[in-house]
C-alpha cells in the first residue's frame, strides 16, 4: 500500500505492470456490489438528487495526487497549479490551502484566483496573447511573475509599469525546439509553434529586458506540451534550459528560479503507462538540483484529471445494420476531448448489474454533428435505455472546455468528500442564456 495515494489495489495490478514495477494507481472511483462510487458516496444516490449530466470530481483524489507530486521531490519544489485543466473555485481553493501556488493565462484567470482566495504572489502568468488590459490587471495584483513571450509584450509591460510607477518581476519564456512527441494540438515547444521566444534570440532578449528600468528579471521559464508520457523530450529540454542558465548567470543575468512548465501525462486507460512522479522528480533534481535555484512546475491535467466522472443517462438505443448507438443526454458541448482530440476515455455502467454484452456500442450525444461522440465500437457491459453511465478521467479539462451549443446548457459540477457532496457550479438555465441576448432595435 502506498502511503499516499492509498488506491493501489493490488488486484488489478497487471503482470507487466509488476514487471515494469509501475503499478495501476486506483482513483477512488470504484464498484461496490456492482454499483459505481466516488468516494464513498453511490453515484446512483447523486444522480437522484441531481439532473444529469453533471460531473462529479473526488476531493481525496486531488489531494493526494498534490501531496504525492510534492513529496517525489527531496528539493523544494514549488507547485503553481495550472487552472486552465479545471478552474472551479472549490479545486482552486482547496490546492491553495495544500499549499498550492496557481498559473494562470488571462485575466479571467486572474480574477478566479483571487476569488478563490488567491494573493499576487500566488499567482504566475503565462500566455501568448496577454492584453494590455490584462497585464495591467496583473501588474496592479502585484501578481508573483509573469511569463513573457515576446519583445513586444516585454516593453509593454515596462511602459505600463512605467505609468503606474511601479516594477514587475518577470521571467522569458524559452521555446527550446523541442518535439514532446504528443498530440500535435497539445505541442508547444517546437519552434514552429506560436509559444515562447526562439531560442536564438533568447539572450539577447535578457540583454534588452535588463537595460528596462521597470522590469525586473527573476527567471526563466519554459513548457514544451501536454499528455507527455516519456521522460526524454522534457530531459532533452530542460538539458537545454540548464545549459542556458549558466550562460545567463555568465553574462550576469540573476536567475532566481526554473519554471519548467506543467505536462506530464496521466494514464487514461490499464495500457497506459507513464513516468512516476519519482521518475520525473528525480530527472529534475539530476539536472536542476546543484544549480541552487528555485524549482517551479506548473501541473494541470496531473492533479485533477483522473478525479472526475461525467455522469450521463442513456436516452436511447439504436440498432442499425452496422452499429449499435447508445445515445446519452452528455454531447460533444459538454465534453470535447474525444472528438477534439480523439482521446480515449473509459466508460462504465454506474449499475452493473446487466452483465457482459458482446456488442460493440458507439456512445455518442444527441448534439447534431457526426462528431458527437465519445467512444467508439467500445466493449462496454450492457445498458439499456435510462441507465446511468459514467466516463471516466474527464477532471481535467472537461467542464473548462464546455459551451452552450445546440443551447444547451452547462452542466452541474459537483465535490464529494466521502460521503457528502456539495454542487460547486450550479447547472447554467436556458434562461440565463437567453437573458444575455438581446433582438436589435430595428428588427
Ligand atoms: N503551463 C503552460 C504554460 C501550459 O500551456 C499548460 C497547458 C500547462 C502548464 C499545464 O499542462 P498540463 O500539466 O495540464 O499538461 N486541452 C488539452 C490540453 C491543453 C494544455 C494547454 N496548456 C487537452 O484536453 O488535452
Known sequence: KNKYFGYIDLNNVSFSRLKSNKYKIMTPIKYKSNNLYVEGLSIEKLADDNQTPFYC????????QYQALKSAFDMEAKIFYSMKANSNLSILKLLLNKGSGIDVVSGGEIERALNAGATGKDIIYAGVGKTDEELTYAIKTKIHCINVESQSELTRINDICEKLNTKQNISLRVNPDVDAKTHVKITTGKAENKFGIEFDYIKSMYAIASELPNVNIIGISVHIGSQI?????????????????????????????????GGLGVTYSDDDNVPTFKEYASLIQSIFGNLNIEVYIEPGRLLVANSGLLVTRVVDIKT???KTFVIVDAAMN???????????????????????????????????????????NRNMNSVQVGSLIAIKSVGA??????????????IAEIIVQNDKYEVIRERVEVKDILARERIANWL
Do not use: M, W
Request: hydrophobic share 30%.
Open 229 to 261: 508520457t516519456n521522460l526524454k523530450p522534457f530531459k532533452k529540454a530542460f538539458q537545454i534550459i540548464y545549459d542556458l542558465i549558466n550562460d545567463l548567470r555568465g553574462l550576469g543575468h540573476k536567475i532566481k528560479h526554473v519554471d519548467l512548465g
Open 320 to 322: 442499425t445494420s452496422q
Open 334 to 376: 459538454d465534453f470535447i476531448r474525444p472528438t477534439l482530440y480523439n482521446s480515449y476515455h473509459e466508460i462504465l455502467p454506474v449499475k452493473n448489474n446487466l452483465g457482459t454484452s458482446n456488442k460493440l456500442y458507439d456512445i455518442v450525444g444527441p448534439i447534431c454533428e457526426t462528431g458527437d461522440y465519445f467512444a467508439k
Open 397 to 410: 479539462y472537461g467542464s473548462v472546455l464546455s459551451s452552450n451549443y445546440n443551447s444547451r446548457p452547462q
Open 57 to 64: 470530481y473526488s476531493e481525496k483524489y486531488i489531494e493526494d
